[in-house]
């Protein structure tokens, strides 16, 4: 048992497991204040968070304009009565419109990606009829029952069965996999545009298009999950825009939607697709989130911020910009360890580096970390480690981290054989 009083009481008051790992890895302080793409710790120590608290720092930690806009909103109206109508909500869809490809323009708005995706499985049965769901395997969607349901790893799925059971999963990047299993049985096909945490694959080229033509033949919904994907880190406000004109009847978004200091997602679909808010306003509905006039002031006045940031600080070419710096850098270090690392992928702030066995890549992280860099696990590819860092991440702090990171893969290179 750790001795550090605040460990105990984690084990015993939230999650013993979750207080050992953190005193295996030697985690002896917790982070205490953040700033840009820095977390501190209790005894000062500063580390670089290359995680980006798991993909929601893309403006990074308490970015002054969004904690203003946030301040300025507390002082007026933070939760609605829900009995009139509120205009933030209205002011963050209608952002929403324009920032989501093509014709996408009605948002319900909800808390975490998987309520975005739970609210884009439910339309899609209201707007077909249809039962189905095809997904993919290593697919990440949640851990909700419907959100879980149609993702990728099974050891996450078991302990919980019955899921849904009409779901089926195919190989991701695979179209002709794809159409084999969309037919008119099939009411959605729900993708990640680049899965994250499958390891962070990136598609072929035309894969979207491709699954874009097969739903329409079958008549299926199409969802695309930017849930961690989206809000301008991989080169575009979505990564879907990788492949040109590709409109999904569905977009869930969240993660960087509330701007790094709110919990806030929305399921984005065309006019056609929700097409049953006409007759049924309320089929699904949540207190704090949508339905009615959907959503909360406080939350929407900061996603309205989040994505003005995005547009105004043009979010999508630092990401490119920084992203190749990161990139080389990475790819480098890889001609340089070809024991630890094998490959380097992904596009813009969304990077894998896949290390050449699952033990090298955990003792890279440990060794990261003990060098004050955070990086992340992939929750279905043991192998990868991810860096989706803020976009504000600044040049001289990428160029510090690879030092760092080399560091990190020369201990482990000298191992790297007996691991
Ligand atoms: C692609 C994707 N979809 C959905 C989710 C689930 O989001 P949440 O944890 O907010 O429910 C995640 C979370 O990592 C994700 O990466």
Redesign the pocket.
């Known amino acids: 048992m750790p001795d550090e009083a605040w460990l105990q009481d984690l084990a015993r008051y939230i999650n013993p497991g979750i207080a050992r790992a953190y005193s295996f890895l030697g985690v002896l302080s917790p982070e205490v204040r953040a700033e840009g793409a820095f977390v501190y710790d209790s005894e000062g120590n500063r580390y670089t968070d290359m995680g980006g608290g ?2 929601v720092m893309v403006h990074g930690y308490l970015h002054p304009r969004i904690v203003a806009r946030a301040k300025a909103q507390l002082d007026r109206i933070a939760l609605p009565s829900r009995s009139l109508p509120v205009l933030e909500p209205i002011a963050l869809a209608k952002r929403l419109a324009e920032v989501t490809p093509g014709d996408l323009q009605l948002s319900f708005f909800c ?7 739970e609210a884009a499985l439910k339309f899609s049965r209201l707007r077909t009829g249809r039962k189905v769901f095809v997904s993919t395997i290593g ?6 029952f419907g ?1 879980l349901s149609v993702s990728g790893r099974d050891l996450y799925k078991d302990p919980f069965r019955p899921l849904l059971t009409d779901v089926r999963l195919v190989p991701y990047g695979d179209a002709k996999a794809l159409e084999a299993a969309v037919d008119e049985e099939v009411a959605a096909v729900i993708l ?1 545009p680049i ?3 499958g390891g962070i694959i990136v598609p072929p080229d035309g894969y979207l298009a491709h699954a874009r033509a097969i739903c329409d033949h079958a008549g299926a919904m199409l969802i695309f ?5 989206g809000m301008g880190r991989t080169g575009h406000y979505f990564a879907c825009e990788h492949e040109q004109g590709v409109v999904p009847d569905f977009l ?1 978004v ?2 960087a939607l509330g701007g790094g200091i709110l ?1 806030l ?1 929305a399921c984005v679909g065309t006019r056609d697709a929700m097409g049953f808010l006409d007759s049924m306003p309320l089929i699904h509905t949540s207190t704090f989130g949508g339905g009615g006039g959907g959503g909360a002031p406080l939350t929407a006045a900061v996603g309205c911020e989040a994505i003005d940031v995005m547009r105004e600080e043009d979010f999508p070419g630092q990401a490119r910009r920084k992203g190749a710096l990161l990139r080389e850098g990475l790819e480098s270090l890889a001609r340089e360890f070809p024991g630890v690392i094998s490959e380097v992928r992904g596009r813009g702030l969304m990077l894998g580096l896949e290390a050449t066995r699952e033990g090298v890549g955990g003792m890279l992280m440990s060794e990261l970390l003990h060098r004050h860099v955070l990086a992340l696990w992939t ?1 279905n590819n043991e192998r990868v480690l991810r860096m989706i860092p803020p976009v504000i991440i600044s040049e001289e702090t990428i160029a510090e981290t690879l030092g760092q990171i080399r560091e990190a893969a020369a201990q482990v290179a000298l191992v790297a054989e007996d691991l």
């Open positions: 798991y993909g808390n975490s990606g998987a309520e975005a995706n697919a990440f969607h949640g851990k909700t959100a990640e899965q994250g945490e999950d930017e849930v961690q994907s869930t969240s993660k919990p997602g929750l």
